[in-house]
């Protein structure tokens, strides 16, 4: 019998991956590979990569463990192809095979490159998630508009989490007005639970500091669980420490509090060490048990089986262009204070700082503050993209492409959110204690010392005027500009492009 080649990519860390689920462990060949172009298609974060890595081969360990015949090339290997298409050719060469069982990727780009490998390729939908592309396509025929709150309804539906007879529990089906609480003094907790590197993970970061010392971003300390075991450790630590308080601050931000109640297991979900249905239940338990309030526990589901589950779907449903669209025709270069360079702005300063050193910012942080300035800025969507593809750890683009081109830069057209997510100072003055000590003033509209947010976010609305004045959500947004004096609204945008100019001529602003 003639083996055939089984795929497991770096993302797809889960043991019955439906590549693994298909094949026959008796007689086919699993294929596992640290290779360069998955490792430089961006410059990833070292931590990134290095959590990637000694996943992998503590999964490979695992799989030889069980009584599969692995094949797994380190990226230091003399025979390693540098290529996913390039392993599978190498290996289907020294084993005769001519098919390959593959899980569909969670990027266009290898999607492509797998189709145009020239053995037989099977890419098997991937089901680790609740609603399959058939599913989402369903939900989404002959909708105008795409609305997340629908589709997560639906899914709740479909699980039965936080379901009592067919209602929501509680009566109602959401408590985001409850979990918008700013920060307090005192705010502070111990954080996200923390793993000493063992052997396997210490000669990994050994590799990537050798091999990619130069990428933007701090590789250690490095703290981040290498395997499925660490993952429920740092789940059970995150139900139990950090997720009572989570709704309420779960939009707060902290210039020396990086992580607040949040869980940080993202990157154990997207790379397949925890299961979704396995946190949320998790999750859920606790609310039942008392150890958790409803408004807490509904918001983190609801990022799961709600946001994260719709957002994969507009990824597959949008198609491989995507990731390159631009509806606002935002063209500026990306300033190099999103790589570190100077910033008088203290929010940006440091949400990049945190960025650099931790591989990770929660969502408002890159939602109102890295990616609002770039909206507001008009920085080209895609540069943004690749930055945010690039810098943070738990970014593939499935995910991170309708977060970054949809939701945060309105570059799809409103695919993803109905309006674009764009504020003035105030937001983040009321969210975060950043505009304390700042080398601006949030209160300050115009002149010396003004928050160039406040500027911007004018500048942006007028820009866009003809778009976004007859959208019912920003309706008092340009009532309030009309309502400016000529002259008031003309220093703002002169004073907006003064700074636009410094930005892209490079200078600190």
């Known amino acids: 019998m003639v083996s055939r080649l089984v795929l497991v990519l770096g993302d797809q860390l889960t043991p019955d991956i439906a590549a693994l689920r298909e094949a026959d462990k008796s007689s086919d060949i699993v294929v596992m590979a640290e290779v360069m172009d998955e490792a430089s298609y961006v410059r990833h974060h070292p931590k990134k990569i290095a959590l990637i890595f000694a996943a992998m081969r503590k999964f490979a360990a695992a799989l030889k463990e069980d009584g599969w015949d692995v094949r797994y090339a380190t990226l230091d290997d003399e025979d390693n192809a540098g290529s996913i298409p390039g392993e599978l050719l190498r290996h289907a060469e020294a084993t005769g ?65 936080l379901m009592d007879e067919g209602d929501p529990e509680g009566g109602k089906w959401n408590y985001d007005h409850e ?102 239940k998790a999750a859920e338990e606790a609310y039942k048990s008392g150890d958790a309030p409803l408004n807490a526990v509904e918001g983190f589901i609801r990022q799961i089986i709600g946001w994260r589950e719709f957002i994969r779907g507009v990824y597959y449903l949008e198609g491989p262009d995507y990731p390159r669209r631009n509806a606002l025709n935002h063209q500026r270069g990306l300033p190099d204070l999103y790589w570190g360079g100077e910033t008088k702005m203290r929010c940006l300063a440091k949400a990049v700082e945190q960025t650099r050193e931790e ?121 309030t500009w009309d309502r400016m004096k000529p002259e008031k609204r003309d220093t703002i945008l002169a004073e907006a492009d003064d700074f636009l100019k410094d930005l892209s001529a490079g200078k600190p602003v």
């Open 97 to 161: 095979a001519d098919e390959v069982i593959a899980t569909e990727p969670g990027e266009w780009r290898l999607i492509e490159a797998l189709d145009e490998v020239p053995l037989t390729v099977r890419q098997l939908e991937d089901a680790r998630f609740v609603a399959s592309h058939a599913e989402f396509e369903d939900w989404a025929e002959g909708r105008k508009e795409l609305r997340m709150e629908y589709f997560y309804r639906d899914m709740r539906r479909k699980t039965g989490l």
């Open 179 to 280: 979990n918008r609480k700013p920060p307090k003094e005192g705010l502070t907790r111990e954080g996200p639970m923390r793993f000493t590197p063992d052997d396997t993970t210490e000669e990994v970061l050994e590799l990537v500091e050798a091999r990619f010392g130069e990428n933007f971003g701090t590789l250690r300390p490095f703290g981040y669980a290498t395997d499925r075991a660490g993952a429920r450790r740092a789940l059970t630590h995150f139900i139990k420490h950090a997720l009572p308080r989570f709704g309420d601050y779960q939009d707060a931000m902290l210039a020396e509090d990086r992580f607040l109640y949040h869980a940080l297991i993202s990157p154990y979900l997207n790379i397949g060490l925890l299961d979704p249905i396995e946190v949320c």
């Open 359 to 479: 591989a990770y910012a929660h969502h408002i942080q890159r939602l109102m503050v890295t990616g609002n300035f770039a909206l507001l800025a008009g920085i080209n969507p895609a540069e943004v993209h690749e930055w945010y593809l690039s810098v943070y750890i738990d970014a593939f683009e499935w995910v991170e492409a309708p977060n970054t081109v949809g939701m945060s830069q309105f570059a799809d057209g409103g695919v993803v959110g109905s309006k674009p997510y764009v504020s003035s100072g105030n937001y983040i003055s009321k969210m975060s204690d950043y505009c304390k000590d700042c080398h601006y003033s949030v209160t300050t509209k115009t002149g010396e010392g003004a928050c160039p947010f406040n500027l911007l976010y004018w500048a942006f609305l007028d820009r866009h005027r003809d778009r976004f004045s007859s959208n019912p959500r920003m309706g008092q947004m340009y009532s």
